[in-house]
Structures are given as C-alpha cells and as structure tokens.
C-alpha cells in the first residue's frame, strides 16, 4: 500500500496514554486530508487510535506490524471535530462529589493502572481505556457509570465507547481527577 504521508512521529516506547497524546498534537499541525505517519511499539495503540481516529471525524487508513513495531497511518480530517468534547452527558468533579455523598454509583477510571494506583477515588473501578473494549461485560448496561479520567480526554472517548456498545446512562466527568477535591485513595 502507498500512502503519502505528509508528516511522521516517532512514539517507541511510549505507553497509553501518551501515543495518543503525541498524536493529538501532531494532528494539529496538519492541514484537513494529510496523513499523518505514527511509529509505536505500543500493541494497544491500534485499537486506541482506530477508534480516537473515527469518533473525532479523522479517517484511520490502515496499520501495519513488523516485528514488534507498528506503524499507523491517519489522515486528518475537519477541524472542527478536534479537541473539543463531544460527548453530551457531562458531570463537574464538584456535582459528582455530591453524588458520592448521597448514594452508591460506579466510578470508571480509564486512566493506566500506575496512575491509578498513584491517586483514585475510593470503590472506583479501573478499566484503562486501552483494555475497556475487552472488558465491557464488567459493567451493568442499567446503572448510571461515571467515567473519569485525568482531565476528561480519555473519559470523553470512553463514553462514547459505552454508548456505542448499548450503555445508555454514561457521565463525563470533568475535568477529571487532576482538579479532584473530593475524597481520594
């Protein structure tokens, strides 16, 4: 397959949620249509940036593996659709504080598991975000599931994730545990 890429980062070594981090950034600097070329050694980073790259409105054209290198290729797509959140239901730290206080919900931190165990809010479940499609069945399609993340990025694609797979009540909260004043493990 040929591809005229427009742009190439190279992320070796760089673990979730960091690829897509640098990939965000990246994209920035392109102009609507070019390809942007992604060098990881991250496995997870394929399914991680299939799905960013189609929620946002950008095109995932395709993935190739040599040996323990990937290599991604994503074509910019409308500006419009980038880094902003597009999920409707959202929460603030402070209203789900108040919700903590009151009854019991499910907490859902998508973040990796050393910033988890780094800094949690008590009875949360992690699920990061690279294994959440993997681990759907963990979660009650009736209850309301509060999603949270560091700073609301990677909770914001999550829910939509839910949703897309039949989970009708999912919350964003924002703007994740980075501002969190509340109770914390």
Same mark, same amino acid.
């Given at each position: 397959?040929?591809? &005229?890429?427009? !742009?190439?980062?190279? #992320?070796?070594?760089?673990?979730?949620?960091?690829?897509?981090?640098?990939?965000? &950034? *990246?994209?920035?600097?392109?102009?609507?249509?070019?390809?942007?070329?992604?060098?990881?050694?991250?496995?997870?980073?394929?399914?991680?940036? &299939?799905?960013?790259?189609?929620?946002?409105? =950008?095109?995932?054209?395709?993935?190739? +593996?040599?040996?323990?290198? @990937?290599?991604?290729? #994503?074509? &910019?797509?409308?500006?419009?659709?980038?880094?902003?959140?597009? =999920? +409707?239901?959202?929460?603030?730290?402070?209203?789900? #504080?108040?919700?903590?206080?009151?009854?019991?919900?499910?907490?859902?931190?998508?973040?990796?598991?050393?910033? @988890?165990?780094?800094?949690?809010?008590?009875? *949360?479940?992690?699920?990061?975000?690279?294994?959440?499609?993997?681990?759907?069945?963990?979660?009650? !399609?009736?209850?309301?599931?509060?999603? #949270?993340?560091?700073?609301?990025?990677?909770?914001? @694609? +999550?829910? =939509?994730?839910?949703?897309?797979?039949?989970?009708?009540?999912?919350?964003?909260?924002?703007?994740?545990?980075? =501002?969190?004043?509340?109770?914390? !493990?």
């Amino acid at each position: 397959m040929e591809v &005229k890429v427009t !742009k190439t980062i190279d #992320i070796q070594g760089e673990r979730s949620p960091l690829p897509l981090v640098h990939v965000k &950034k *990246a994209l920035t600097e392109l102009n609507e249509g070019e390809v942007l070329e992604v060098i990881s050694t991250e496995v997870d980073c394929f399914i991680e940036l &299939k799905e960013w790259a189609n929620y946002t409105g =950008h095109e995932y054209i395709d993935g190739l +593996a040599n040996d323990n290198v @990937f290599i991604h290729y #994503i074509r &910019k797509g409308k500006e419009a659709q980038n880094d902003k959140y597009l =999920h +409707a239901r959202i929460i603030s730290n402070n209203e789900l #504080i108040s919700k903590l206080e009151q009854e019991l919900i499910t907490i859902v931190d998508v973040r990796e598991e050393l910033e @988890f165990e780094f800094k949690h809010i008590p009875g *949360a479940v992690s699920i990061p975000l690279g294994e959440l499609k993997l681990r759907l069945d963990e979660l009650a !399609k009736e209850e309301d599931i509060y999603v #949270i993340c560091r700073t609301g990025n990677r909770s914001d @694609f +999550a829910c =939509h994730l839910l949703e897309k797979n039949g989970y009708k009540n999912v919350w964003n909260v924002i703007p994740g545990i980075s =501002h969190w004043a509340g109770p914390i !493990k």
